[in-house]
């Protein structure tokens, strides 16, 4: 800080973010984190100490202090700053902080595939909350702009960052080009509320859309097995991937997998050796109960939905073939045959089957003209 011509230091007692984006504002920088010291230390006086600024300010000595020169410090305790040049308006950005586990998973192919969104406005970044609105669409717009597939991509609020002016609402339909198409509340910034940072997990720009869409939360056999017994393939936003063969995938998951599939007996269900698949993993770690309705309801020990650590290849499983020609299931009006996974209903000669695709009604020959084998000068009677 130059008073009266002579540059001097600040004592870091009390220094931080607040403090920090003051001089950044000064610098004609747009954010600044603080550090203690980290560049050593300063020479000459020490002019200010217990600097409390409420970020508002445009100079550093409209903020609160001890004092000039009244500080109890040496050079040691020099403050210093990280400043971040102006971003580019529109561009976007994923943060995390205090990450609890290998961080190698959050990395992709250019930067961070994983992790809190945060879009520059006005020339800063802000935090963009996960508010009601936040879902895969969103997740899409992001994950094109940051050059990884729209498809298989996910949100989550398991990544925090520290608070920071933030915007919310931000609806997408899922095709914009970039974040800023997308519409978002107005009002002023304000923090987003507890565990309501809007997150995003990308996958590698190679994933494919699914031939034919998909929902999230389906379960296929992979299409080149059996339909019984094979790799089994989820569904996360319009992609296809698999789940991991890890140690915890046994019974109890095949149970549910099965029983989500249809048509087959979940008491029956047994994992399967399958071919390693491709495309993202998308589950890990699961722990099921064989009762859960989805295997997306069951626990799972891994960060998260696409955040997966897998080397042990792609989870199959084996089901048992519910025949519902012999139960209540099957309800056909006439015949009823049973294949794997399925039934479908067929009629007896002389009837046709309903649009219920269960019913049968009669067929009336006689006005069918190629069903009709009666001599022009005959009466035709149908039965």
Not at 335 to 363: A, P, V
Request: contains cysteine; hydrophobic residues 30%.
């Amino acid at each position: 800080v130059c008073v009266d011509g002579v540059f001097g230091t600040v004592c870091d007692d009390q220094w931080d973010e607040l403090d920090a984006s003051v001089v950044c504002r000064q610098l004609n920088f747009t954010q600044g984190a603080h550090v203690d010291g980290d560049f050593g230390s300063g020479t000459g006086p020490i002019y200010y100490d217990n600097v409390q600024c409420s970020g508002m300010e445009q100079n550093l000595t409209q903020c609160a202090h001890s004092g000039l020169r009244m500080h109890n410090c040496n050079h040691t305790e020099d403050a210093g700053v990280r400043c971040q040049a102006m971003c580019l308006e529109g561009s976007v950005r994923l943060a995390v902080e205090g990450f609890v586990g290998d961080e190698e998973v959050l990395q992709g192919k250019g930067g961070l595939r994983a992790g809190v969104v945060e879009l520059c406005s006005n020339g800063s970044y802000s935090v963009v909350c996960g508010d009601e609105s936040w879902d895969e669409r969103e997740a899409s717009v992001v994950c094109r702009q940051l050059g990884f597939s729209p498809f298989g991509a996910t949100v989550t609020q398991d990544f925090h960052v520290i608070s920071a002016p933030s915007l919310h609402s931000v609806e997408c339909t899922g095709s914009e080009p970039s974040l800023l198409g997308c519409s978002y509340s107005s009002a002023p910034p304000s923090p987003c509320g507890p565990n309501q940072h809007a997150g995003v997990v990308c996958q590698p720009l190679s994933t494919p859309e699914a031939e034919g869409g998909c929902s999230s939360g389906e379960v296929r056999i992979a299409p080149q097995d059996p339909p019984d017994a094979g790799r089994v393939e989820v569904c996360v936003n319009n992609a296809w991937g698999t789940i991991c063969n890890d140690d915890l995938f046994g019974s109890p998951e095949a149970m549910v997998l099965c029983y989500q599939l249809g048509g087959y007996q979940r008491e029956e269900a047994t994992t399967y050796h399958a071919a390693p698949g491709l495309g993202p993993v998308f589950l890990e770690q699961l722990a099921c109960f064989g009762k859960e309705d989805s295997i997306f309801s069951c626990f799972s020990y891994s960060n998260g939905v696409g955040l997966t650590e897998c080397s042990q290849g792609s989870a199959g499983i084996q089901c048992l073939d519910v025949d519902e020609c012999e139960s209540a299931r099957g309800g056909c009006g006439q015949l009823c045959n049973n294949t794997i996974g399925s039934f479908f209903c067929d009629c007896m000669s002389g009837y046709s089957l309903d649009e219920d695709q269960f019913n049968c009604s009669d067929i009336d020959e006689c006005a069918n003209d190629t069903l009709n084998d009666c001599s022009p000068n005959a009466n035709c009677t149908n039965t």
